[in-house]
């Protein structure tokens, strides 16, 4: 007969918390291999987006915002998680090991960032005009420091209004692209489908929600009438923010998706959520357009949009129980 272990029981108590970590198109591009009480991170790379991620940046990134929500549930059981990164040119999909080590009290911030795993939510669309809570943005910026990544406001304007042309470029010229076009469909679901994974229709709007200026969304309805009525009050861009780090490899992109997990549960205890524009970041020359004009050179990861919004925006996750297996 199977006895479940206390140590066993705490890794399942993580692995249920992971799963509800943002990802590129909801891909959900992990899975969780377990010996006792310790979980080690996977990509799961049939999961990649081959035509706009070939290389793999924004799945790690993906599974880089796992690796934090594992980092912090670790925390709410009162134990201190000790990362591991791992590589193994036989098994390029394995990441890291997140030992549960010593008991250690979790602050009162890490565990309001913990009640928020499961409230989190991707918005697609226009904020209302509302400004954020005082000081949120230094925070977030801190958040993100501590993570070793820099989270950089863009104030000014006219960088608003090039990065937003930019994304259309980038959007126009995805579209343009049949195989791209393919990909986004199978990650797009028809209505009613029992998929817990991808962008289903009742997380989009049926008509994207004018911004100025304006950041193109994705076609996740391609043109056939799919999504939640749109919101006419919801017309604000919100505040604009890039993820940057110094250099652009493997560790860079999952520091950046810790980073982003991170500042993304402090923001939703405000009430605050995230849009996400990384269309031109998937275009080489624009990202290289971008990293020169404004990032000082730094490597841009993720463009987001930060605002309040009225919707209530629904996701799936794959339970714990299909994305994890005993570690060999």
Known sequence: MNVTTEEEKMAQRLLDEAVWAPSVHNTQPWWFGTRG??????????????????????????????????????????????????????????IADVAVGEPGQATVEEERMYAQIRRRRTHRGGFRLEGLPAGLLQTLR??????????????????????AALTEVAEQTHRQNPAYAAEMAHWAPRPGSARLDGVHDDAYPQTHE????????????????????????????????????DTDERPDWLRAGQALQRVLLRATEDGVCAAFHTQALEIPQLRDFIRAGYCDGAYPQMILRLGFADSEIASVRRPSADVSRPEP
């Open 210 to 245: 004018h911004t100025d200026p304006y950041f193109a969304e994705r076609d996740f309805a391609r043109g056939q009438g799919w999504g939640l009525l749109g919101d006419d009050q919801q017309d604000a861009t919100g505040v604009v923010v890039l993820i940057t780090t």
């Open 142 to 163: 801190t958040h993100a420091y501590d993570e070793g990544v820099m989270l950089r406001i863009v104030a000014d304007p006219r960088a608003r209004i090039a990065l």
């Open 37 to 94: 009480s310790t979980v080690t991170v996977h990509a799961e790379l049939e999961r990649r987006l081959s035509v706009a991620d070939p290389d793999g940046r924004e799945m790690l990134i993906s599974c880089g915002a796992a690796l934090y929500t594992l980092r912090l549930a670790a925390r709410h059981l009162g134990r201190h998680p000790h990362v591991r990164f791992l590589s193994d040119p036989g098994r390029p999909g394995l």
